[in-house]
């Protein structure tokens, strides 16, 4: 990773949340990236890029100010064989990061292959809204229970049909009822 600033800070994350050994070069970080580099969860050299930064890299981020710098690091990269991603630049760019949204089991990726990232942001927003933190426990509920349906013999055609049923918008709405109606008799 090359910067790390407030967008620099975001590609790091999703880096590490995707379980990345993660090395980042850059002359100043953000608080959250020293406190990553502090507990050992990355590495950080507090300097500028040089070429050698790429050996053994099998991917590089480059998100700094410097349209100058990006350039380079995108040709350095491409002689070396390594993949990069020039935040917000298209144009340079082997892969391009989607817009994810999580509950639970359930992820909803979006992306515009890099021509924009705004737009991905914001349909990300509304299917946060479209698709509440309800929707975690709901999906856990529908795998223990198709996890059942596996377990007896039934029709492979019975069960689809049992499945697809249970995934209806009718039955996420009753799954709410019940949820509902656990929350006011606990409180009872």
């Known amino acids: 990773m090359v910067g790390a600033g407030a967008v620099g800070e975001e590609k790091i994350g999703g880096l590490l949340r995707a379980g990345a050994d993660v090395w ?9 990236v020293r406190r990553w580099a502090e507990k050992g969860s990355i590495g950080w050299e507090a ?6 930064d790429l050996r053994g890299s099998f991917v590089v981020v480059a998100a700094t100010s410097s349209a100058e710098l990006h350039e380079t690091i995108f040709r350095l990269a491409r002689r070396r064989g390594v993949l990069c991603n020039v935040v917000d630049d298209p144009g340079r760019c082997d892969f391009y990061y989607g817009s994810v949204m999580k509950r639970g089991p359930l992820q909803i990726a979006i992306s515009t292959a890099g021509l924009s990232p705004a737009l991905a942001q914001r349909l990300r927003r509304q299917f946060e809204e479209q698709f509440g933190v309800e ?4 999906i856990e509920e529908l795998g223990k229970t198709r996890e059942r349906l596996f377990a007896k013999k039934i029709a492979p055609e019975r069960r689809k049909s049992l499945l697809h049923r249970l995934a209806s918008q009718r039955s996420f709405e009753e799954f709410l009822r019940r949820r509902k109606r656990a929350v006011l008799g606990a409180q009872e």
């Not at 980042?24 to 959250?32: H, I, L, Q, S, Y």
């Not at 300097?47 to 050698?52: D, I």
């Open 24 to 32: 980042v070069v850059a002359p100043r970080a953000t608080e959250r």
């Open 47 to 52: 300097r500028r890029f040089r070429a050698a």
């Open 135 to 138: 929707y975690a426990s709901w």
